[in-house]
């Protein structure tokens, strides 16, 4: 909990994990005891416009613990003395790393290939009405010309390599803004942005 000014005054954790290691927090500003400088600005921050708004707000910041980084959900309520003004914050602050870790691992999966690590067609697809479009814009469709008959004469171990060599390649020569594709079994497509006829065919 804080007072008015955003100094803690109660806490149920004296030196969490955060904070700078055997100070206590109480009786000081997060810029005072916070590791990470730019999550003690960002907790600053809500607090004032608690203080100003006498709103709830809820949020998520993180902070590199030993090394880790840890994602924090954050709660602030204001709280009322008898007289109606706002004289402190509650804040709750609860670690959903785990979560936060599951979430980016299952978008990577959604947005990824899993052989070559290119982007897949459902990418591909979002992109088409995305913002990440920058025209003038080339398109570039490529296959991987007799994969068939390296799976069939030398095994698919040997085919899935060659897709990834070929991944490589690609993705050494995307420039800035470009985004590669794997959007099928050998296929692959690169959106290059902000691209002109003449840099199109220089590529090719």
């Known amino acids: 909990m804080k ?31 916070q590791l990470d400088k730019n999550m003690a600005r960002q907790c600053r921050s809500e607090d004032l416009e608690v203080l100003a708004t006498g709103k709830k707000i809820k949020s998520q910041c993180s902070s590199v613990i030993d090394g880790r980084k840890v994602y924090y959900e954050i709660v602030k309520t204001p709280v009322y003395d ?10 709750i602050a609860s670690d959903v790393t785990e979560k936060v870790n599951l979430e980016q691992k299952l ?3 959604y947005r990824r290939d899993a052989l070559t690590g290119l982007y897949n067609r459902n990418y591909l697809n979002k992109c088409q009405d995305s913002k990440i479009i920058e025209y003038p814009l080339a398109v570039l469709v490529l296959d991987c010309n007799h994969l068939k008959h390296i799976n069939d004469n030398y095994g698919h171990k040997a085919g899935d390599e060659l897709l990834g060599m070929m991944a490589a390649a690609i993705e050494a020569n ?29 590529l090719v």
């Open 82 to 91: 008898d007289n109606g003004n706002i004289a402190g914050i509650t804040c």
């Open 174 to 202: 995307l420039g800035k803004g470009d985004f590669a594709f794997r959007v099928g079994g050998d296929e692959f497509a690169i959106i290059c942005n902000k691209t002109d006829e003449a840099r199109a065919k220089q």
């Open 3 to 33: 007072d008015a000014e955003g100094q803690y005054i109660f806490t149920n954790r004296p030196n969490p994990e955060w904070a700078k290691p055997g100070v206590s927090i109480i009786g000081k500003f997060d810029i005072d005891v």
């Open 107 to 109: 978008l990577h999966y």
